[in-house]
């Protein structure tokens, strides 16, 4: 636990303690997809294009669908796309 002490303390963003703590269990509801972009942002009292931005340039890598909802959606834009170069030829 002191590890985890010594990283919030030194987390270079916030001020206090508890605003760097809770920014940090925030971004981690966030990447594990237990909470939306949307709600961390209301969580953390940030419009959404702050926290965009913020996020960005710490290089945290999030995504608003997991794995396999993007495979989904990938696989729909395959097929959509190879249908409409099929109907225009």
Known sequence: MEEVDRLVFNF???????????????IRLLVSHQITFEKAAELLDMRLDELAFLLDKLGVEYSLLDEEEARLERESAHWILNNLRGELS
């Open 12 to 26: 270079p963003l916030f001020k206090d303690y508890r605003e760097k703590e809770r920014f940090l269990k925030v």
